[in-house]
C-alpha cells in the first residue's frame, strides 16, 4: 500500500492580484462572469473557476490567488492559480483556468481531482506541539507553524506546515518543510526545500564501487578577442562592462560584468536583470545577501584552476547566463521566474560538500567545492547549472512534487518528470551554448569524470548503471527513485526529438530502442522542445504523471502544429514506445 510522503510545494507568486474570490457560491452567474472577463485575465479566470466547479473542483470557502498568467499568439490565456480553503493554503490544490480569447471557459487542468475542503477546522494539535514534532523529525531549528490544507495523495486533511532548518537530515545542514498531521500528529511528509543534482542512490552507488568523479578540466585557449573592458572610464557608475573570465571546464570565457567605478567591478550581469555569484566562503547560506561579492579592479576573472576562488564563479556565472539565455531566446522565457530578475548563485558553499543545488528557500544556485572523496571537483559544469536551474523554472510553473518514503527515498512519477524536465532542458542549454570546450550531446554530467563517461543519457536510460535509469514506463515506476524514473520521459523526448535506431550527433553515437520495436522518426530537437516547454507552462500541475504529461503534449502539438499534424502523430508514437498510453493508464488514485 502506498503512503508515501510528498515534497511540500513553496509557492512563488509572480503576478500581482490583489484580491481573492469572495466567499460566494460555486455558481456564478453569466453576467458576473461576463463582467470578470472585462476587467483582467486573471478576474475572468477566476470567476469561470467558479461557474464551472463541477469540473475545478472549487468549493464555498476557496479563494484563488495567480501564479502565472500566459498569453498565446492567438490569444489564448491561461492562469495558473494557487488556492487557500478558509484561509488556509491548500496543498496540492493548484490549477490553471484555460481561457480563449474573449475570456471564455475552455477547460482546467487540476491538480486534485477530490474536494479539498477538510472533514474538520479543529486542530488537536497546537502549533507549539508541531513545532516540536516537525523538529525532531527534521532534526533541526523550527519555525513558526502555519495551518494547512494537505489535500496531496488523494486525501484533504487539517495540518501544519513547519520550516525547519539547520537540518541534520539534510545534506550540508540546509532546510526542510515538515507537514504534520493536526489531529493526530503524524508526520506527513518531511522532505528537503533543495533540488540536489547527486542524488543519494548515486552516492551510495559510487561508494559500493569504491569509485570516485575525477573530473577533466579545460583552460582552453583564449576566445578571439576576448578582452576585459579597457576603454576610457565611463562617465556614470554603474555601468555596463566587457570582461573576461578563465574557468575550470569551458575554458576562456567572454563576462558581461558592472563597472562600480573607474577600477572596480562586480561580477554581475546587467544585461541579464542583474544576475550575479557571490562567494559563500565555506559557509552553508540560504541567504543570498550574505555571499560575499566577487570584485575585480581589472574585469579579469579566475585563472582557471581552483586556486583561485574567482575561477568557479566563472564557470557558475557563464552557465546561469547561458540558461537565462536559452529560455529567453528559445521561449522568451524572462527569467527563471518570467518576471525579469536575474538567477544567482553562490560558489564554495559549506566544507566539503560534494553536490550543486538549487535552493527553492534561497531562490539561487549552491555550489559545493566537492567533498574530495566521491566528488574532487566543484560541480560548476554547464549541463549541470542547466538542470538545476531548470528544476526553479518547474517550480515556478508546474511545482511538480516529489514523494519521500518512509526510508527518505525521493520516489513518484511527478518527481522522476521534475528530474526529467532537467535533464531535457539542461541538454537544451549545452545544444544552445554550442561551446567547443563543452560540446552538446543528449549526454548529462559527461564532465564529472565518472567510469561509464556520463551520469544519465537521454537515448538509452537504461545504460546508465549507477542510478538504474529504465527505459519504459510499468506499473512499479511510481515506486521508482525519481533519478532512476526520469528515464521515461527522457527517452520519450528523446524519440520524439531525434528518432529511433542508431544516429550520431556531434560525433557522439546514439542507439534508442523502443519498448515494442516500432521505428519512430524524429521531429527535430527545437520542435520537441517546443511541445514539452509549452506542456509544462499550460498543461502540468504539481501531481502530473507519466500519462497525464503524454496528454499535456499532445495539447501542446496540437495547439502549436495541429491534431492532425506530423508532430502531433510523433508525440503519441514516442509515448507509445516507452509503453505509455491512453490504454495502459492506471486508474484514478494510483
Known amino acids: 500500500m502506498r503512503r508515501p510522503h510528498i515534497r511540500s510545494l513553496a509557492v512563488a507568486v509572480s503576478v500581482t492580484t490583489a484580491a481573492t474570490l469572495p466567499v460566494v457560491p460555486a455558481l456564478a452567474d453569466a453576467p458576473a462572469v461576463a463582467a470578470a472577463a472585462a476587467s483582467s485575465p486573471v478576474e475572468a479566470a477566476r470567476a469561470a473557476a467558479f461557474a464551472h466547479a463541477s469540473a475545478t473542483g472549487v468549493t464555498r470557502g476557496d479563494t484563488l490567488q495567480a501564479k502565472d498568467v500566459m498569453t498565446d499568439p492567438d ?32 477547460g482546467v487542468t487540476r491538480a486534485a481531482d477530490h474536494s479539498v475542503k477538510p472533514a474538520t477546522t479543529d486542530s488537536k494539535l497546537t502549533a507549539t506541539q ?56 503524524r508526520i506527513r511528509s518531511n522532505t528537503p526545500d533543495s533540488d540536489e543534482f547527486i542524488s543519494p542512490a548515486l552516492q551510495d552507488a559510487l561508494r559500493r564501487r569504491g569509485e570516485s568523479a575525477t573530473p577533466g578540466t579545460d583552460g582552453g585557449a583564449a576566445l578571439s578577442g576576448l578582452t576585459a573592458g579597457t576603454g576610457a572610464a565611463a562617465a556614470r557608475y554603474p555601468s555596463t562592462a566587457s570582461g573576461a573570465g578563465s574557468s575550470l571546464f569551458v575554458g576562456k570565457v567572454p563576462l558581461t560584468t558592472t563597472r562600480t567605478a573607474r577600477t572596480s567591478y562586480l561580477l554581475k550581469d546587467p544585461t541579464r536583470w542583474g544576475t550575479e555569484t557571490r562567494d559563500a566562503k565555506g559557509r552553508e547560506l540560504e541567504t543570498f545577501s550574505s555571499g560575499t561579492k566577487f570584485t575585480s579592479t581589472t574585469d579579469k576573472w579566475g585563472n582557471g584552476v581552483t586556486s583561485n576562488r574567482a575561477t568557479v564563479a566563472v564557470d557558475a556565472q557563464y552557465g546561469i547566463t547561458k540558461t537565462l539565455d536559452f529560455y529567453n531566446k528559445t521561449f522568451g522565457r ?25 535552493d527553492s528557500t534561497c531562490g539561487c544556485m549552491l555550489y559545493g567545492d566537492g567533498d574530495g572523496d566521491l566528488f574532487k571537483k566543484p560541480l560548476v559544469v554547464l549541463d549541470v547549472t542547466g538542470h538545476e536551474l531548470t528544476h526553479g ?109 542508431r544516429k550520431t550527433i556531434g ?32 498543461y502540468m500541475v504539481s501531481t502530473t504523471d507519466f500519462h497525464d504529461v503524454r496528454t499535456a503534449t499532445l495539447k501542446a502539438a496540437a495547439d502549436i502544429y495541429g491534431a492532425n499534424s506530423t508532430e502531433y502523430r510523433t508525440v503519441d508514437k514516442a509515448w507509445a514506445a516507452v509503453d505509455v498510453t491512453a490504454a495502459n493508464t492506471p486508474a484514478v488514485g494510483h
Not at 140 to 163: F, H, I, P, W
Not at 476 to 497: N, R
Not at 511 to 538: C, E, H, M, N, Q
Open 507 to 538: 560525433g557522439v553515437a546514439y542507439d534508442s530502442p523502443t519498448y515494442d520495436g516500432s521505428r519512430v522518426t524524429g521531429i527535430g530537437r527545437a520542435k520537441a522542445l517546443a511541445i514539452f516547454y509549452r506542456a509544462l507552462t499550460r
Open 334 to 358: 524572462k527569467g527563471i521566474k518570467n518576471n525579469s530578475a536575474g538567477a544567482r548563485a553562490m560558489v564554495h558553499f559549506g566544507n566539503k560538500v560534494g553536490n550543486a543545488f538549487w
Open 130 to 185: 508541531a513545532e516540536q514534532k516537525a523538529a525532531a523529525a527534521a532534526q533541526g531549528d523550527a519555525g513558526t507553524a502555519e495551518l494547512v490544507v494537505d489535500a496531496r495523495d488523494g486525501g484533504s486533511a487539517l495540518a501544519y506546515q513547519v520550516r525547519v532548518t539547520d537540518s541534520r537530515a539534510t545534506e550540508a545542514g540546509g532546510s526542510r518543510t515538515v507537514v504534520v498531521d493536526a489531529l493526530t500528529g
Open 393 to 501: 523554472v518547474v517550480d515556478a510553473t508546474a511545482g511538480l512534487e516529489t514523494h519521500v518514503d518512509t526510508h527518505g527515498n525521493q520516489i513518484g512519477e511527478p518527481g522522476a518528470l521534475n528530474e526529467s524536465l532537467a535533464d531535457i532542458f539542461g541538454s537544451g542549454v549545452e545544444f544552445a551554448a554550442n561551446n567547443p570546450q563543452n560540446p552538446p550531446n543528449y549526454l548529462m554530467g559527461e564532465k564529472l569524470g565518472l567510469r561509464q563517461k556520463f551520469l544519465r543519457r537521454l537515448d538509452h536510460p537504461s545504460l546508465d548503471r549507477l542510478e538504474g535509469a529504465i527505459d519504459y514506463w510499468s506499473a512499479q515506476t511510481h515506486d521508482t527513485e525519481v533519478h532512476a524514473g526520469s528515464g521515461v520521459s527522457s527517452h520519450a523526448f528523446y524519440l520524439l526529438a531525434e528518432g529511433s535506431g
Open 75 to 106: 490569444g489564448k490565456q491561461h492562469v495558473r492559480f494557487v488556492r487557500a480553503h478558509q484561509g488556509m493554503p491548500v496543498l496540492g490544490g493548484d490549477m490553471v483556468v484555460h481561457l480563449d480569447r474573449q475570456g471564455g471557459y475552455l
